[in-house]
Structure formats: structure tokens, C-alpha cells
């Protein structure tokens, strides 16, 4: 099947006694018994499927794992209350039996940085930064740290830069690391890194996946290598995903081929668009024919979609000017999130790198005069209109 079909077919349609919902309903159980207990011992022993207690098993999350599993065309995958969890998740399999060192792409969300530098160096995790798109000082970096794993996005935050995530899997497969992608701007629609030989790829579902701003929630896919791991740290941590947001999540999927599709296509005329506004500076986007990593996304994106995500710097503006630039949009939503299907602005200085000390927001590229944009599904034309009132004085 093609990932447009398995978008509304995969994980669902389960045996439920002597019928088949046609969509998975939601199950809140904590605990479910079996008439016989030699098949609650199996379950238990986990010998025999079967859903026993909710930190182990719920059949509607089951369900959105299997699903998303089958869009990236991994072993397994676990869904977790948050994107962050998910990436706690990724972290502590990768390094449990590995060295407790990571080399980190520069330019992800800033909540990670603040993972690696505030809750895991604390205990004993290590982290470089190197740039990811240079494989050249990937591979000295890896040389130099040996670390237990490498870590970056698809798709870097906000700057929207795609390394190669192929050859870098070549780099993290020879030195024993795992190497772990967040995938969450690029979608499996776009990028399935378990395909290209990442050890985990792991999504915000808060984002493109639930798509319709009403979910916290994260998924992390594993390979065959990681999965067993994965699971059993996950059956004693407890960072599951509660069964109203699988649901949730799950009916988002369904649609987010179109959804994904149709704002690929609004983001290339929204950023052709900004390009030619004299009152922009620069426009950051995956789409555009200049951008450094062009060849990379040429040879591992699809043909027809670039991704929905567009950072542009507002000329000679600073923070006031931005401000003002962002309050007098009228239908476009200030909000800190991405992927839904309204088209959002976000401030990556006061947000998504509010955390990171303004010298080192400079050296990343990441100006005062940035402003991130998460293309919607609406009309181009009123997205368009409404980023023009904003430019006008
Ligand atoms: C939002 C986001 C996260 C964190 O996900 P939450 O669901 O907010 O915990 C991680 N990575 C990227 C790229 C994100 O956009």
C-alpha cells in the first residue's frame, strides 16, 4: 500500500468479541482480565498479545503505534504524552547500553537543547554541538567524542536546514552510535528516517500528525536494533500517551496526507511570495531552489513536497518592529506551535529559543528579526493578504 492509503487504513479495523469497529474507539480500562488465567499469565509473561495494564498496553494507543509504524516503516512504535517525553524516551534507549555521550546537531528546538545542557548533562550526559550539514565535522566530531548517539531533525528549528540524514547513519553505524531524528517538520509524507538508517525517528504529534491544535502528544519509532529496549524502559518509566489522544492523533493521520499536501503547496507561494516583499530581508525555505542544502533535498524529498514551514527576517526590524509586525495580523494565529491546519506565527526569540542566551541565539543564526511561519490549509490568497496589511506602516 502506499502511504496515502495507509494513512486511513493501517492500525484499525481490530476484533473486538463478535464484531470490528470500522474506527478504533476510545478505551480508558486500566486493567483488563481474562476468563482464564493461564492467558492472563501469557499476556503477562508476554507470551500472547493481549492489553493487561494500561502502562504496557491500551488498545486504542495500540492502534496509533501500529498505524505510525507502518507510515515509517520501522519495527515498532511507542506513543508518549509529549513530544519531549518521546525524545526523553529515544535518549535513554540510545545510551542505556552505550557510552553517556551525545553529538548534537546546532539549530534544533530549543527544548531539546535544554534537555541535553539541563536535565540529562546533570547525569552524566555529555553533549557537543556540531553542524550536521557539514559531514565533514560530523565525522571529526564522532571521531574525537565516540559518542553513544547522534541526534538532530529532519529539518532544523528555525533555520530549516535538512542534513543528510543517509550518510549520517553511514557515520553513527560505524561508530556504534545510534543516531536518533526528530522528523516532526517533514512528516513521514516526507522523510521516513528509519528507511534511510536512523536507529529513531521521533514526532511532536502535537503538530502535523494531530494537526488541528487539540493534542499534546509524541511518537518514536525504533528500529529492530532499539524496539525490545524501547518498550521495556517504557513499561517501567510510564510516559504513555492517554487513549483520548491516540484517538485523536489517529483520526488527525487520516487526513494528514491532504493536509500536508495542500500546505507544501500554499508554502511555496507564501514563500515565492515573501521573497520579492521589499520589506523582508531574507526567506528560509526548504522549497527554494537556492537554499545551502538544495542538493540533499533534491536527492531524499519527495518531488513535489518541500515542507509547510517558512522562517523569514523582517528588514531592519527588531524586537518592537516584530511585535508590531505580529499583533496586527488578523486571521494568521500567534501561537507557539506548528502544523496545524491554521496558518500560525511564532517569535522564535520570545518562544521556541526564548531559553537560549541571546549571544548564543546570534551565533545560531537565529536574529531578532526572525519570525517563523507554519503555513495553514486556507485560501493562499487571504494568507498572502494578511501578511501584507502587517507590512504596511
Ligand atoms: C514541538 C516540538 C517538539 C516538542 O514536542 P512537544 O509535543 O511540545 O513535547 C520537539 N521537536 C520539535 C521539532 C517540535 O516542533
Given at each position: ?28 480500562a486500566a486493567s483488563y482480565f481474562y476468563?482464564?488465567?493461564?492467558q492472563l499469565d501469557r499476556v503477562l509473561g508476554r507470551?500472547a498479545?493481549g492489553p493487561c495494564y494500561a502502562r504496557y498496553d ?336
Amino acid at each position: 500500500m502506499k502511504i496515502e492509503s495507509k494513512l486511513v487504513h493501517s492500525g484499525d479495523r481490530k476484533k473486538a468479541g463478535d464484531y470490528i469497529p470500522v474506527t478504533t474507539p476510545i478505551y480508558t480500562a486500566a486493567s483488563y482480565f481474562y476468563d482464564s488465567m493461564d492467558q492472563l499469565d501469557r499476556v503477562l509473561g508476554r507470551e500472547a498479545e493481549g492489553p493487561c495494564y494500561a502502562r504496557y498496553d491500551n488498545p486504542t494507543t495500540s492502534a496509533l503505534e501500529e498505524l505510525v509504524n507502518d507510515l515509517e516503516g520501522g519495527h515498532g512504535a511507542l506513543a508518549c504524552s509529549s513530544g519531549m517525553a518521546a525524545l526523553q524516551m529515544g535518549f535513554m534507549a540510545a545510551l542505556i547500553d552505550r557510552p553517556k555521550r551525545v553529538v548534537a546537531a546546532t539549530g534544533m528546538y530549543g527544548a531539546t537543547t535544554n534537555m541535553l545542557n539541563n536535565v540529562l548533562a546533570p547525569f552524566g550526559i555529555d553533549t557537543t554541538y556540531t553542524d550536521v550539514c557539514d559531514l565533514a565535522a560530523l565525522e571529526e566530531s564522532v571521531k574525537e567524542t565516540k559518542p553513544g548517539a547522534i541526534v538532530m531533525e529532519t529539518v532544523s528549528n528555525p533555520l530549516l536546514r535538512v542534513g543528510a540524514i543517509d550518510k549520517i547513519a553511514e557515520i553513527a553505524k560505524s561508530a556504534n552510535a545510534a543516531l536518533i531524528v526528530d522528523n516532526t517538520f517533514a512528516t513521514p509524507l516526507l522523510i521516513r528516517p528509519i528507511q534511510l538508517g536512523a536507529s529513531f525517528s521521533v514526532h511532536s504529534a502535537t503538530k502535523y500528525m494531530s494537526g488541528h491544535g487539540d493534542v499534546l502528544g509524541g511518537m518514536i519509532i525504533a528500529d529492530e536494533a532499539h524496539y525490545n529496549t524501547l518498550r521495556t524502559l517504557a513499561r517501567t518509566t510510564g510516559p504513555n500517551m492517554s487513549p483520548f489522544e491516540s484517538y485523536l492523533t489517529m483520526r488527525g493521520i487520516k487526513t494528514m496526507g491532504l493536509r500536508v499536501e495542500r500546505q507544501c503547496a500554499n508554502a511555496c507561494k507564501v514563500a515565492s511570495w515573501l521573497v520579492s516583499h521589499p520589506g523582508v530581508e531574507k526567506v528560509h525555505f526548504t522549497g527554494d531552489p537556492s537554499h545551502p542544502d538544495a542538493a540533499t533535498i533534491a536527492r531524499l524529498f519527495p518531488n513535489n513536497l518541500y515542507g509547510a514551514m517558512i522562517a523569514f527576517e523582517l528588514k531592519g526590524a527588531g524586537r518592537a518592529e516584530v511585535f508590531r509586525f505580529m499583533e496586527k495580523l488578523k486571521m494568521i494565529v500567534r501561537a507557539t506551535s506548528l502544523g496545524d491546519v491554521h496558518t500560525m506565527v511564532l517569535y522564535p526569540a520570545i518562544a521556541s529559543h526564548r531559553d537560549l542566551a541571546p549571544k548564543q541565539r546570534q551565533r545560531l543564526g537565529i536574529g531578532d528579526n526572525l519570525i517563523r511561519v507554519s503555513v495553514g490549509i486556507e485560501a493562499p490568497e487571504d494568507i498572502i493578504a494578511d501578511l501584507e496589511q502587517a507590512f504596511e506602516k
